[in-house]
């Protein structure tokens, strides 16, 4: 899948960011960024389906993010599953490189 970086998936925050950082070389302009979603299975967390979460490294390309999510998840659990939240997580490269930016000015 394009969308999703194929390595060792991370299971820690931590251990995400810390792979985002290993493969940007602008945190300005970062090409991967960490993503953390929440997937639910139909019927729905509500009326007894599973939620879990999922760490991601994602390949920061034009396009609507939550469109590729989307399409990730109904590819890769199928038709029982659909995102249910997501949320991009900043490094700490990516927080210093914008406020060392805002300082210049």
Do not use: C
Request: glycine share 6%; net charge negative.
């Amino acid at each position: 899948m394009s969308t999703l970086t194929h390595t060792e998936a991370p299971t820690t925050v931590n251990e995400l960011l810390q792979l985002v950082d290993s493969q940007v070389t602008d945190p300005l302009h970062p090409e991967v960024i960490a993503i953390e979603m929440q997937i639910e299975q139909y019927p729905g967390v509500r009326e007894g389906g599973d939620l879990f979460e999922v760490l991601a490294a994602v390949t920061n390309k034009p396009g609507r993010l939550g469109d590729r999510l989307r399409n990730w998840v109904q590819s890769e659990y199928g038709d029982d599953y659909r995102l249910a939240d997501w949320r991009t997580i900043p490094t700490t490269r990516q927080l210093e490189a914008e406020n060392d930016y805002e300082d210049e000015f």
